[in-house]
């Protein structure tokens, strides 16, 4: 393994893009050296990305000889073309989530990296974050005995008077809550489903869905039922215009694990999170996961070490080609659900 930093270029100057590159800071395998934008004009931009160049275009930062990795944080509509275009540049490429709209398009993101030897990884921030993999330890560990019911929602509302020019209330821009967020609660539910047979997402054999389509034309709340192998059950939902929860049960033979706020640990800049532990006779163990670090630092390090490595996939409890194209098939699956 190479010690020399990996050097990034950010594709698209959207929110998103501010959390990735706070997670960078203080990085010692990693630096952002460029921000490519079509808007390099723009007076916020020195706010938000400071110190960082700037590039003109998407296709001028691919291009760019000093960059050796690039993170797409398009809208997800956008985000096929390019990665593809990415990976053909010869870049190597941390893609925020959903990789694609479909699991076709994500199929084809993949062999696009696997032609031209570069690295393509799925950026779910949580599956990183040392809590997912205490999760997956519990499990495997027979903490809660044999998994059979899995609950896990990912919801919020965003204000009424910002959702006329949301992007998630645009059909033409992949808007609603299945496209934005589902892939949240779809990979958790497979990573417990998956614990004890080689961490890998299982196919479910059912899924069955309902959900409001809203004024927009987009689903606003939903709710989908998986059974995956073994018969563990899944209840899965998430919103747009709902605050939910958010709090992830899993219901086992011996006891029950509960996690609140899952999705951002401790806290996107760091902290505690607590886990309950509950047993049948209602005794409580409380397990509390501390990590001072930001929580988009892990996927960062973790790219960097892939790519430093020649590694091509995120290893375990990432997201791999096959679990990334595993959890596009399932959101494929809850949306024909809706549709039908």
Known sequence: MTATPVRWGILGPGTIARDFLAGTAGSATGIVEALGTRHPDRPELAEHFPGIRV?????????????????????????????IAAAQGGKHVLC??????????????????????????????????????????????????DVRMIRSSFGFAVPEAARANHRLFQPELGGGAILDLAGYPVSMAGLIAGARSGGAIPTPDTIKAVAYIGPSGVDEWTSALLRFPGGITADLSCSITVRQENVLHILGTTGRLEVDQFWFAGGKTGGTNTMRLIRPDGSREEIA?????????????????????????????????????????IVDRWLAEIRA
Do not use: C
């Open 96 to 145: 925020e989530k959903p990789m694609g709209v479909s699991a076709t398009e994500v199929e084809a993101m993949f062999a696009a990296a696997r032609a031209a030897g570069t690295f393509l990884g799925e950026a779910f921030m949580y599956r990183f974050h040392p809590l997912a993999g205490r999760i997956a330890e519990l499990i495997r560990s027979d903490a809660i005995g």
């Open 55 to 83: 590039v003109p275009g998407y296709e001028a930062l691919i291009a760019d000889p000093q960059i050796d990795a690039i993170y797409v944080a398009t809208p997800h509509v956008h985000h096929a073309d390019w990665v």
């Open 289 to 329: 996961v501390t990590e001072p670090r930001h929580l988009y630092s892990f996927q960062f390090e973790t790219a960097n070490r892939a790519i430093q490595s020649d590694a091509k996939e995120f290893p375990q409890p990432g997201l791999d080609a096959a679990d990334s194209v595993t959890t596009a098939r």
